[in-house]
């Protein structure tokens, strides 16, 4: 039997940051599934909820912004790690925000790595580049929980 596809969970409420996320993979050739959430309810929506919208399985790896509508970044992230499903699930912080206390803060709720989002598009389609191999391809998650 196939081993399900690893599934990103993309929680960016930027639609052109979204985009060049999801272009930037492409580009390096990581077809895996993108599920996105838009803001912090949908994303605990989609982690959490029972309805048609939920993910069956866990993803393989969460790219997290801070700044979110609804529920900020680092109030998922708390969630995340305060579940037993989800609480070793990685966890990456992709956000515009070099501010202390939030890389301290992030590190603080069990972020597993925090990336500060390059502005130019070369650097930023490297940058996910590196970080879609490293996720899906080199590390090793802890066993499933679903």
């Known amino acids: 039997m196939a081993e399900p ?3 990103i969970l993309l929680i960016e409420d930027d639609s052109d940051h979204e985009l060049l996320t999801i272009r930037a993979l492409r580009k390096a ?3 895996n599934e993108i599920a996105i959430a838009r803001d912090g309810e949908e994303a605990l929506d989609l982690l959490f909820g029972n309805g048609e ?3 069956k399985t ?4 969460v790219l997290l912004d801070l700044k979110l509508p609804k529920i900020d970044g680092l109030e998922v992230l708390r ?7 989800t609480r070793m699930l990685p966890v990456v ?4 925000s070099d501010e202390e206390s939030d890389i301290i803060r992030s590190y603080r709720l069990g972020v597993n790595s925090y990336i500060r989002k390059p502005v130019n598009f ?5 940058a996910t580049r ?5 996720w899906l391809v080199l590390n090793e998650c802890p066993p499933s929980n679903n």
């Open 93 to 96: 912080i992709l956000t515009s």
């Open 122 to 126: 070369t650097e930023f389609a490297e």
């Open 79 to 85: 969630r995340i790690r305060e579940n037993e499903r």
């Open 53 to 55: 919208g939920a993910l």
């Open 5 to 7: 596809a690893k599934t």
């Open 130 to 134: 590196q970080l879609g191999m490293y």
């Open 58 to 61: 866990c993803p393989q790896v």
């Open 29 to 31: 050739n990581i077809a």
